[in-house]
């Protein structure tokens, strides 16, 4: 098994570490999305939905150096300024879609359209609703299709005392968002036409937290007091890997 130190991410830093550091919103996307797809076959070209896209810089991973016909998804950011973004890239527009919309409430497409989802940090927002996966989800992908989930989490949950060190950065409502691998084992399992492949911590989190905490912005400023207190001892980020049935 891989260790922590032995990873290399070639996919990840074929990006610069300035557009990196502009661009990234929590944890490097980047890095985990290479890590949740490292040793995954998906032929280039077929369709992948990027739910919760973001600023786009992992949907201009999956389209750039994956060749996925690439959805970025997200209600938040604005498909002009991701299209501009791709656009700087040199990535056609054949290849990558800015989409804006809420993936609480279902999405904009025909029921079976993509072949995979991908999603970094961003499905624990939406997908704690038991009903969201079998709703609202698995619809718009293909039967055989796979789903590829990195979401940040918790060793154990801690819910019921949380250590001083989280509240540093975050409230208790806040951290409602991060559960443990039992509590999303137990949320997806139930979900008919859906198989659980994987569920496992992710070996690159604490690398991507520390590229996180070098940037320069209010957000990543705000989570450094729990990181230097010691919160990474509490949290991880898990890789969840489900097939549509």
């Known amino acids: ?123 624990n927002y939406y997908g704690r609703d038991p009903h969201y996966l079998g709703e609202r989800l698995l619809p718009y992908v293909k039967q055989g299709g796979m789903l590829y989930l990195s979401i940040p989490g918790m060793v154990r949950d801690c819910h019921d005392n949380l250590p001083v060190c989280l509240l540093k950065s975050w409230t208790p409502e806040q951290l409602d968002y991060m559960h443990d691998i039992a509590w999303w084992r137990a949320m997806i399992e139930p979900t008919p036409g859906v198989e659980i492949v994987s569920m496992q911590p992710m070996l690159c989190t604490d690398e991507a937290w520390k590229d996180w905490l070098a940037c320069d912005n209010e957000y990543a400023a705000g989570d450094r007091a729990a990181v230097e207190a010691g919160a990474l001892e509490y949290l991880n980020t898990i890789a969840i890997v489900l097939r549509k049935l």
């Open 1 to 123: 098994m891989q260790t922590q130190e032995s990873q290399s991410f070639p996919k990840a830093t074929s990006f610069g570490a300035t557009l990196v550091r502009s661009k990234i919103m929590g944890p490097n996307p980047l890095k985990l999305c290479e890590e949740l797809l490292r040793d995954v076959h998906i032929p280039c070209g077929v369709r992948v939905c990027d739910l919760g896209s973001g600023t786009g810089i992992t949907s201009a991973l999956l389209a750039r150096v994956y060749g996925f016909d690439t959805y970025a998804v997200d209600l938040w950011s604005d498909p002009v300024e991701n299209r501009a973004f791709f656009d700087s890239l040199g990535i056609s527009r054949d290849t990558i879609h800015p989409v804006k919309a809420d993936a609480s409430q279902g999405l904009p497409f025909e029921h079976d359209y993509f072949d995979a989802v991908v999603s970094i940090d961003s499905y």
